[in-house]
């Protein structure tokens, strides 16, 4: 690091954009030029290991050769100078791409992707979700008219937004849960209320996502019991919408695998497996939200694989955006609308950002990308916990599959300063939920960056100052109560003092530690290495 981020050269961009534009969500400005791999250079010349990877959407790294190759090729200059209305003039090698996102990309089933699944491109992932919820609302109504043509009242009340011809219907969503920012998907969304105050909304039902307690082997009976109480709650909202209690027919349910925005909330496959099929039972599309969670970050292709769900309880939609560069959904093949025009808008998708997934699935398959997520995720998290237990009290609840991590803060205030201080090291990370960092590092992020982060970590939690009572304690953390946490019994505040069973974890990663204290990348576990791409 040369300068404080954001530096002198980006507070300067800063004050120019802020004449045009509000942008106080900004953390400094880059300079693309100079970045490469998991590195992000900054318009002052500073160089960050970068573990938020653009908010998850780059999947290859800064300046992959692969990507730049191919957005230097004469195809790509011919689809960029004629970018087509790929709804009414696609070119004619459109149906061969999506072939090949089918057979690269679509989930996994017995029966070949292209028998199984339609696939509908996007702009991004809010009119991917958007428009799976669309293709719910539209499944619903030709069940209900048993395949009749809507009658000439449909039709006109639909132009009154009325029903008959405009339903009451809903998509039912869940408590932290994040799915866009358009009309649709913001009524779903569920995470923050910076992101829906002011903006009318659908009067559309939620039911309560699972609040676990870690570690997940000890409180294994009450996550167990706290996910049937969910579950009985979506199963009554779901009753209701058929018994015509709610004001709405429940036409869908949108979940993500893992509430990425809301705080990295996770739930059991079991959990899942259950909820799909409430969804089936009460005749219900399901839609799995893989627009953060999806092309492999957790150690599969999609999160939702690790359900293990049965061939006949496939998702009937599974949506995606961000690391596939274009956007859009998966969809079964009894989604699909009986005419044109009800899912569209001019461009449909993008066949330069197809370009690009066609060339980030080979880079996949040539360099075991998903399988490096899952080897240097665990790494991470067995770094993390190490952290944890050295650093007690100010980091807690170590969660994640794959690369898609996050731990829990002691408050908001020391989370948030903590993100300011990786910053300050050369670390850009970020947060989410109230109290959580999570890392969302590019497929391309090996162990050898993991050690470098986790260095930095450590020194970070070294020397953070925790200030405030503690925010995100809710009983127990990992079996380590926050540091000066005041006493609920004799209101007196003390120092920490360690569980029998929060001391004996030092020596989970003893090797690892070496790797904290050692300075020389060449250290990190060979073993590691060589699984590693």
């Not at 534009?21 to 318009?43: I, L, M, R, T, W």
């Not at 990663?509 to 300075?519: M, P, R, T, V």
């Amino acid at each position: 690091m040369v300068t404080e981020s954001p530096g002198p050269k980006s507070l300067a961009h800063f004050e120019e954009l802020n004449n045009v534009q509000e942008c106080s969500s900004v953390h400094f400005f880059c300079d693309y030029n100079s970045s490469y791999g998991n590195y992000v250079v900054d318009a002052d010349g500073n160089r960050l290991l970068d573990v938020f990877s653009q908010i998850a959407s780059l999947p290859l790294g800064y300046n992959h050769p692969s990507l730049t190759a191919a957005l230097s090729s004469a195809e790509a200059r011919v689809i960029l100078a004629n970018r087509p209305a790929l709804g009414v003039l696609p070119n004619k090698d459109w149906p061969t791409k999506l072939e090949f996102v089918l057979r690269e990309m679509a989930p996994r089933y017995s029966v070949p992707p292209k028998e199984e699944w339609d696939i509908t491109t996007m702009a991004c992932g809010s009119t991917a979700n958007e428009n799976a919820f669309k293709a719910a609302f539209i499944k619903y109504m030709d069940e209900h008219r048993e395949g009749a043509p809507p009658t000439q009242e449909d039709l006109n009340s639909s132009m009154l937004n009325s029903a008959p011809g405009c339903p009451h219907l809903s998509i039912l969503s869940f408590s932290g849960a994040f799915h866009g920012r358009t009309f649709g998907c913001l009524s779903t969304t569920r995470s923050k209320p910076i992101h829906k105050l002011d903006v009318p909304h659908f009067d559309w039902p939620m039911a309560q996502f699972p609040n676990l307690k870690y570690p997940l082997e000890r409180y294994a009976k009450e996550n167990e019991e706290e996910e049937a109480t969910c579950l009985l709650e979506v199963e009554k909202l779901l009753k209701d919408s058929s018994g015509g209690i709610l004001s709405t027919k429940i036409a869908g349910m949108i979940i993500e695998p893992i509430q990425a925005e809301g705080g990295d909330n996770h739930a059991s496959a079991d959990y899942f497996r259950k909820l799909r099929a409430l969804a089936k039972k009460y005749n219900v599309s399901f839609i799995v939200d893989e627009v953060q969670t999806g092309l492999g970050a957790t150690g599969k292709m999609w999160a939702h694989e690790h359900w293990d769900l049965p061939e006949e309880d496939a998702p009937d939609v599974v949506t995606f955006a961000k690391k596939a560069q274009i956007a859009g959904f998966f969809s079964r093949k009894h989604m699909r609308p009986r005419e044109g025009y009800r899912i569209f808008n001019t461009w449909m998708g993008d066949p330069a950002k197809m370009l690009m997934l066609e060339t980030i699935l080979r880079e996949y398959k040539k360099s075991n990308l998903v399988e490096n997520a899952k080897i240097t995720g665990d790494y991470i998290q067995e770094g993390l916990n190490v952290l944890k237990k050295k650093h007690q009290g100010i980091i807690g609840r170590v969660r994640g599959a794959g690369t898609f991590i996050a731990v829990t803060v002691y408050n908001t205030s020391t989370r948030d300063k903590i993100v300011y201080d990786l910053r300050q090291r050369g670390v850009e990370i970020g947060a989410c939920g109230a109290f959580s960092i999570r890392l969302r590092p590019a497929m391309v992020f090996t162990p050898e960056h993991a050690a470098e982060f986790l260095r930095i970590f450590d020194d970070c939690l070294a020397e953070i100052e925790v200030d405030g009572e503690c925010e995100s304690w809710d009983g127990d953390w990992d079996g380590i109560e926050p540091r000066n946490l005041i006493n609920t019994v004799t209101g007196e505040q003390g120092d920490f003092h360690p569980t029998s069973d929060s001391t004996d974890g030092i020596a989970i990663a003893g090797e690892f530690l070496q790797d904290l204290d050692s300075n020389d990348e060449d250290e990190v576990d060979d073993n590691v290495k060589e699984k590693a791409i």
